[in-house]
């Protein structure tokens, strides 16, 4: 996430994984035949090329990834490229065909179905874009729904909607029907249900897609502000860009089944794999993604000691502004120590996506 790294948040990938997914398929089509694809010849053919020759269709292709603790893990792409079927592949809402799947080092692939209801309801929470709300319930009774069937008792589980329902902002509208909220607040409802369960990982597909932009730039905000404050795990699925780059502390960019690139907004930004991410990533104001410690350079005599200071996490936007203020360089600080500088010929270089400093270029 992109928010300011303070308060109670965990530190991303400090600890073991908690979704660790390796080599993982889902092919859809005749099972006897979709379980022989990952190991055939047929494998590497393009998904239009695979569904002609075989019936089937390749939705996730060999894809491997860990979710961190804590981190904001997103997964980006075109429609049809099968963040879907991966993310409902998680939970086994969707059986995979081959790979392995594990939580909490725990093996997915070998629950049986009340361990996975178990996984679905406190442990990996599926917020849909259709919030699925109960249209005669009251906003705290939807909220509350998910402990219901967990057997929650009534009075708790009112108390815990009740803070659920605060959580996301929607105090005094408890007694309302979904009818009565806008598209934003029936959101907020449905997030509300989900973090109610308290689940380790929130799984999210496309939550916001059909909310109009202000909308969904405040609720990017909110699930910003949750992050920021709980810290939890957040599996993001988008096909938007600029929503990945808003949210994800790392994103893996899907095409046509397979990851094309896994890494950081600025490693994906700054560093395009191939030219499919290239083109993807060529219209992203490079100034908002790329930090200070890609365009900075060493200081010289007496650099070090004079001028604003950033953290090297800083945007080149904001060095423009410090730069811009105190007309000199200014110093990329980390815990006390100067690392280098970034003067306007460095910042402007990552706004006209020419080479950085540190030699890892920007250029389109
Ligand atoms: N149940 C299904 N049966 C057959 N093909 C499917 C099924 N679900 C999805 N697909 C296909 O798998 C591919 C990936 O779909 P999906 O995961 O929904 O992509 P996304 O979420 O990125 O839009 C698409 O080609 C889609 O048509
Ligand atoms: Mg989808």
């Known amino acids: ?83 879907s079927t991966l993310v409902r592949c998680m939970t086994r809402l969707i059986e995979p065909t081959a790979g392995s799947l594990s939580i909490d080092g725990e093996d997915v692939l070998a629950m049986d179905a009340a361990r996975l209801r178990e996984l679905r309801r406190h442990r990996a929470a599926m917020v849909f874009q259709h919030f699925g709300l109960l249209p005669h319930r009251t906003v705290l009774d939807n909220v509350a729904y998910g402990l219901e069937i967990q057997g929650v008792s009534r009075i708790d589980r009112r ?11 929607l105090e005094g509208l408890e007694e309302r029907r979904p009818g009565q909220l806008s598209g934003g607040q029936q959101q907020r409802v449905g997030l509300a249900r989900a973090l109610a369960a308290d689940p380790e990982v929130l799984l ?14 405040e609720m990017q905000d909110e699930v910003a502000r949750l992050h920021h404050e709980e810290g939890r795990t957040m599996v993001f699925i988008t096909h938007d860009l600029t929503e990945a780059l808003r949210l994800g502390d790392r994103i893996a960019l ?67 502004e410090a730069v811009a203020r105190c007309g000199g360089p200014a110093r990329v600080v980390d815990r006390g120590r100067c690392l280098g500088v970034v003067d306007d010929a460095g910042l402007l270089a990552v706004v006209a996506g020419l080479p950085t400093p540190d030699g890892r270029g920007v250029a389109a």
Request: with cysteine.
């Open 1 to 83: 996430m992109n928010a300011p790294s303070t308060g109670t948040a965990a530190v991303p990938g400090t600890d073991s994984p908690v979704f660790a997914v390796d080599g993982l398929w889902k092919v859809f089509g005749p099972r006897r035949k979709a379980v022989r694809i990952p190991e055939s010849e047929y494998a590497s053919l393009p998904a239009a090329e695979l569904r002609e020759q075989t019936g089937c269709t390749a939705a996730v292709r060999d894809v491997t990834f860990d979710v961190r603790k804590g981190e904001v893990f997103v997964v980006m792409g075109l429609s049809g490229s099968g963040k």
């Open 159 to 169: 108390a815990k909607a009740a803070e659920m329902v605060a959580k996301v902002g």
């Open 204 to 217: 999210f597909d496309e939550p916001f897609s059909a909310l109009d932009p202000l909308i969904r730039r």
């Open 254 to 320: 899907m095409r046509d089944g397979k990851i094309v690139q896994l890494g950081t907004p600025e490693e994906i930004v700054g560093s395009p794999a191939d030219d499919y991410v290239r083109d993807f990533v060529r219209d992203v104001p490079r100034e908002q993604v790329i930090t200070v410690r890609s365009a900075m350079r060493p200081a010289v005599a007496g650099e070090a000691e004079h001028g604003p200071a950033l953290a090297p996490a800083a945007t080149v936007v904001e060095a423009i």
